[in-house]
């Protein structure tokens, strides 16, 4: 008798808490509009279309890997651009005076006028090519 009397508690329970719960769901507005990609579940999407062919799936992995690189690109171009705009030193550039010119004119004659050596190349197994 007094499991019955549980029984019956928890039924009335139950029942209230339903009636609550939809009570409260009445007063609410939002009903979400949900679409169905014409796609979806139909098997008509890009990858289930590649996966019928291996050279198909090959041109798709292809494709992302190439789209990919591309962003990962951009991003390295976009984060240059905003470190260099960060740069703003811009040295000024003299020409060198006329002394220190005819210097460089003089060594650059004697080099030339030096005969260059001919440097032989060591061979892979240690010994030179006189021996």
Do not use: G
């Given at each position: 008798d007094m499991m019955q009397d549980q029984e019956k508690a928890?039924?009335?329970?139950?029942?209230?808490?339903?009636?609550?719960?939809?009570?409260?769901?009445?007063?609410?507005?939002?009903?979400p509009s949900i679409t169905v990609s014409k796609h979806y579940g139909s098997g008509q999407g890009k990858l289930s279309e590649a996966l019928k062919d291996p050279q198909r799936y090959k041109n798709y992995v292809q494709d992302i890997q190439k789209k990919r690189l591309e962003k990962k690109r951009q991003m390295q171009q976009e984060t240059l651009k905003d470190e260099l705009r960060e740069c703003v030193f811009t040295p000024e550039v003299h020409e060198a005076p006329k002394w220190i010119q005819t210097i460089a004119e003089s060594v650059k004659i004697m080099k030339s006028q030096i005969p260059k050596k001919t440097e032989e190349k060591p061979r892979r197994d240690g010994f030179s090519a006189e021996e």
């Open positions: 928890q039924l009335k329970k139950d029942a209230l808490r339903q009636n609550i719960e939809e009570q409260e769901m009445k007063d609410c507005s939002f009903k």
